[in-house]
């Protein structure tokens, strides 16, 4: 059995690729404004377990200063500017609520594939409130509009006992040993791999099983071209400026 994708096919990576601060509103504005309806972006529980977007435990990259995301409310963090590091076209974007994003998406018919990035310890919290959030936000349509997926298979399960009518992914680098016990204990829809990690061979394995193959971070067309010849499903991407959105209709 062949997997099915019946989703966008490329995805701009934590929303805007490499042309916006990750993980905003200004970086789903961006994906959108060069023509991408698919997005990928991280979701982590604040102190006060309200789902913000962000992708590192820790302050001192994309967020000035010393602290965890975890240990601070989330009143705090939407006042932290989430910009400025990318360039002072975007000094002042503030970090986003989960619930901002999936308000904009919404509005604006955009697929989004969310990552449960727990932080440490807060593996199956992290995956439960966001399941519930979503499912409430987006009622009958979160199907449609949502894909979870996650390293972490406490978050996923909890998600799948949260909200089972919205699909899920597995996140690895490298494809494991048991990977089918895994997809298949989470009900999956696909597996999600690291790009340098992926064969011919294991991409063909894994669809013959019966599920999709996202590979994430795909940034130049000839690799793109390629993995799209041995039958990958969908890809995430930095380069939202060289690859189209129409990149697998061309």
């Not at 919290?125 to 009622?139: E, K, Y």
Request: hydrophobic fraction near 45%; charged fraction near 20%.
């Amino acid at each position: 059995m062949i997997a099915m994708w019946p989703y966008p096919r490329l995805i701009a990576h934590r929303g805007g690729g490499a042309l916006a601060p990750e993980n905003t509103l200004a970086a789903l504005r961006t994906g959108l404004s060069a023509g991408y309806r698919a997005v990928e972006f991280d979701v982590m529980l604040a102190a006060d377990q309200v789902p913000v977007l962000m992708h590192d435990e820790n302050f001192g990259r994309t967020i000035a200063g010393a602290g965890q995301v975890a240990a601070t409310p989330s009143a705090a963090l939407v006042g932290m500017d989430a910009g400025s590091w990318f360039g002072p076209a975007f000094s002042g974007e503030r970090i986003a609520l989960y619930r901002d994003a999936l308000a904009y998406c919404r509005s604006q018919g955009i697929w989004m594939n969310v990552e449960i990035k727990p932080a440490s310890g807060w593996e199956q919290q992290t995956g439960q409130v966001t399941a519930r959030l979503t499912a409430d936000l987006l009622g009958d349509g979160a199907a449609g509009a949502v894909l979870f997926s996650s390293f972490s298979m406490a978050a996923l399960r909890a998600a799948q006992q949260a909200a089972p009518g919205i699909p899920r992914g597995l996140l690895v680098q490298d494809l494991p040993p048991d990977w089918r016990e895994q997809l298949a204990s989470v009900r999956a829809l696909s597996l999600h791999i690291d790009h340098a990690r992926l064969t011919r061979d294991m991409a063909q394995l894994v669809r013959s099983a019966g599920y999709a193959v996202f590979c994430y971070t795909v940034n130049s067309v000839p690799r793109a071209r390629e993995l799209s010849g041995w039958g990958v499903d969908a890809i995430c991407t930095d380069r939202i400026d060289l690859l189209r959105p129409d990149f697998f209709e061309a």
